[in-house]
């Protein structure tokens, strides 16, 4: 049985490299992320679930990492928007002009990238439920649908 | 930020996470089960829940049996909503599981975790009620395989150290016609203000309804009338809302008045949807 108990060095596996933190049990990913490991792309919206600014990849999975205990992340892969390096998604949003402040843009590249990466050919329904998770106030959503389209079609 | 400190601890097996459970209750460290976790750190974030330790039951490979068992399902409770939907093994819980939160809440969100949660909706059980499902529970040297009706009475009633295993659904239901809506006060991802869902089986349909009490429910009376065949689509609707007015919630997301006008809007619905649809073929 695996146990966490007070402040503890543990190891974790984001972005294909092995990374030392100290965290306590109660800390969630999305702070151990940004405070200890410097990678700001994962943002602080709600924190509470609902914006999904915060979003990362869980072995391959869109996870909220404000609503994920550090801990739980242990033995899995996460992925970053800085594990993307030159993803097809992060061109097809700058061709499709699909941000405007930026501020949700990492959630919403991870959540495409997964998609594509699950889903080869999803029909609309599927890529309207999964962008549902995320919310981008500027309203960019028309671009955002255009940029996983062109992705998913081979465009990109 | 979660502002308390506690203690993690991820077992293995069903008697190492009972006896991690009663080890530190005995230690005062206010243990809670933890499967997605999303509402224990949601509600501990903004101090209206805490705790002292947490044993995540997500290791236990019970827990996250998803297959068959000869003519029975068996969903471990520690699945997420996804594992659920994307297996599509039983079309009326990937329906309902799919309804719940957003899609990326569903990769987290525990199939136990929606059962016991202590907000009021808890969907997933619209469908195990409805199945005559069976709940495995783990607890002080038991393991006990108990109908649901036995220990979902409005919420889950597990005894202190107790955590559900898994449920297990008949083939013979998985298969049978079925209806779902949830209809929200505005947005398509909210809480319901009325989530029903139906099966139709040996001829019969079933109901089973969320967001219109304080609970989630299925009630023989409203069974019987929804099944009356003296009376039209339109009556049976009417005296299935006057059967329940005494329950209906009456809140910010909707009067009791509303949510008579959709109840008896989407009962006329499950009927029209379910009048051509043969007996469940078992």
Known sequence: ?156 | MIPFDFEYYRPDTIQEAVDTFRQLDLEGKSPVYYGGGTELISMARVGSRSFGSVVDIKNIPECRILGFDRDVLQLGSALTLSDITESDLFPLLTKTAGRIADHTMQCKITFGGNLASTIIYRETALPLLLTDARLTVAGENVLADTEISQVFRDRLTLQKGSFLVKASIGRRFLSAPYFHAKKTKNEKIDYPLLTAAGVKTDGTIRAAFSGLASYPFRDSNVETLLNDSNLDFSQRADKIVQALSGIILNDSYGSAEYRKFVLKNTVVNILETMKDQGPCTA
Not at chain 1, 11 to 18: F, P, R, S, T, V
Not at chain 1, 110 to 132: F, G, K, S
Request: a negative charge.
């Open chain 1, 1 to 156: 049985m695996y146990c966490l108990k007070g402040k503890s060095a543990i190891q974790l596996n984001i972005n294909d490299e092995i990374h030392d933190v100290v965290i306590r049990p109660s800390d969630v990913l999305l702070h151990t992320l940004r405070e200890q490991l410097g990678l700001t792309g994962a943002k602080p919206g709600c924190e509470n679930g609902d914006c999904g600014a915060c979003t990362v990849l869980v072995d391959g999975w869109p996870v909220k990492s404000c609503l994920m205990l550090t801990a739980e992340a242990i033995g899995k892969k996460i992925m970053t928007v800085e594990g993307l390096k030159s993803a097809p998604i992060q061109r097809a949003f700058i061709e499709k002009f699909a941000f405007q402040c930026g501020y949700c843009t990492s959630g919403f590249l991870m959540v495409c990238h997964a998609l594509a990466a699950i889903h080869q050919n999803p029909p609309d329904a599927v890529i309207d439920e999964w962008l549902q998770s995320n919310i981008c106030r500027c309203t960019s959503y028309e671009e955002i649908g255009t940029a996983i389209r062109a992705v998913l079609s081979g465009e990109m």
